[in-house]
Structures are given as C-alpha cells and as structure tokens.
C-alpha cells in the first residue's frame, strides 16, 4: 500500500480521565494511520477504549497527549473532513428523512438548493430516495443507519468514522448492511475507520485490522487483510477467511506482553 496518500495518522496517544477514585488511563501510546481510500477496522475487547479513540479522532473529546491528524492538519475539534456515524442512528425523530440527511449542510450555511441536490444524490446512493418523506420510525433498523450513513457523506469527509454501526442489527440485516457498505466504499472511494468488537465483520470488511489490547488500550497487532477489494457472501466461506478470524481472536485471547 505504499505510495498512498495518508489521510489520517494518530501518533503516541495518550488519554486518561481523572475520577474521584484516582486517575484512569484508557489509551497509552497509541499509534495507527488510515490511507486515502482505505477500510481500516480497529477491534478490542470491551472497555479497552475503542470509542474513546474514535471520539477523540471526530474531535469530541481532546488527547492527554500525542497528536492525531487529517492530511498533516492537527484536529483540535469536530470537522467537517471527518464524518460519524453512531450505534444509535442519532436520527431527528421529528424531521423527515430528506431534513435528517439535509441537517449537517444545514448547520454549515449550505443553501437550500444546493442542500436539497446533495441530500437526494446521496439518498439516491443509499437506495432510499422512495423514502425521502418519510419519518425515522417508519424505517427499518437497516434503513434509518443508510440514512445516518448519507447524512455524514453529504459533506463529503476525507473520513468516515463509524463506532459499532451494525451493532444493534440482526444477524441478516448486519450482513446485508456490510455489503450495502462496501459497494458504498467502492462507489465513494471514502477512507472508513470503524470501530467493531465483531471479529468476522472485521475481517469482511476491511483492508487492514488493528488489535487493541484491554486498557489501557493500545495497538497489540497489525493485521493486514488480503481477500481482494470486491468481496461478497461467498468472500466468508473462504478458508483464508477462517485463518484471519482465526489469527484475530489469538490476539485477543492471548494475554498481553508488556
């Protein structure tokens, strides 16, 4: 993969929390980086700081120290060139979807046609233009996460950031929502972190896995994936498959060696 252009790299990473029982350290010298056009997944086990990560990536919380940048450009806070999306949808549940897709734009000044022209190209990529009137609980669970997904493309980041987005879903709504979006990936040509305690949706999804040890969470393994760019159901039966789900879970059971 050499050659790419870097889009994201989190360098010494540090994050600790201060408690009335004393000082917490949640991430301790934490290094990864995600190239242009790249599906990176990070897995741990639970409590090992995944979504605090993830958090201080989008700029909603702020490093104890070590610097994380989008294309050589410190982040200090949220931004537009980094996309979210949640567990929990965190869809409006009075705004019609169009509005929820439409909101982001919004809040950035974006005029009402050029608002209008974005939300429908990218309810149109997620296959839910039909539904563009309609309310959140009119959608399925499947349907209400492509609109959170359309919602953070519409300002068109250099990253999108994902923490446990299939999470809450069925066994077949998740498959069928990460093939849904890895041709996303490959129409959008988008860098995805995402953040996934699921050690075979990891290995479906992404180029590159990184292992994070239990807290304080750092990087314990690199894995790089190599089952092609295109991959499809059957991608699952594969027994290369099996070796990287294989090689992911020794990581996570065996006891670090610090």
């Known amino acids: 993969m050499g050659g790419r252009l870097m889009h994201l790299e989190v360098s010494k990473l540090h994050k600790q929390f201060e408690t009335s029982k004393g000082t917490i350290q949640v991430l301790e010298n934490l290094n990864l980086h995600v190239e242009q056009g790249e599906f990176v997944c990070v897995v741990g086990a639970s409590g090992s700081g995944k979504s605090t990560l993830l958090r201080l990536i989008a700029g909603l919380e702020r490093p104890t120290s070590g610097t994380i940048e989008v294309d050589a450009d410190s982040v200090v806070g949220p931004g537009a060139d980094r996309g979210m999306v949640f567990q929990d949808y965190t869809l409006y549940p009075w705004m019609s979807v169009q509005k929820n897709v439409e909101f982001g734009l919004k809040l950035q000044g974006i005029d ?69 979006l890895l041709d996303l990936w490959e129409k959008t040509g988008t860098s995805i972190l995402m953040i996934t305690h699921d050690v075979r949706e990891a290995v479906f999804l992404s180029q590159r896995i990184y292992v994070m040890t239990a807290r304080p969470g750092t990087v314990k393994k690199e894995i790089e994936v190599e089952l092609g760019r295109s991959r499809q159901q059957k991608t699952r039966e594969l027994p290369q498959f099996k070796n990287y789900q294989d090689a992911v879970m020794v990581e996570l059971t065996t006891p670090n060696h610090q």
């Open 112 to 180: 009402k046609k050029t608002r209008r022209e974005q939300a429908s190209y990218y309810l149109e990529m997620v296959r839910l233009t039909q539904f563009a009137a309609a309310l959140p609980k009119q959608l399925s669970g499947g349907m209400k996460q492509r609109v959170a997904i359309a919602r953070a493309l519409t300002s068109q980041p250099k990253i999108l950031l994902m923490d446990e987005p299939f999470g809450a879903l069925d066994v077949q709504t998740k498959e069928n929502m990460q093939q849904f």
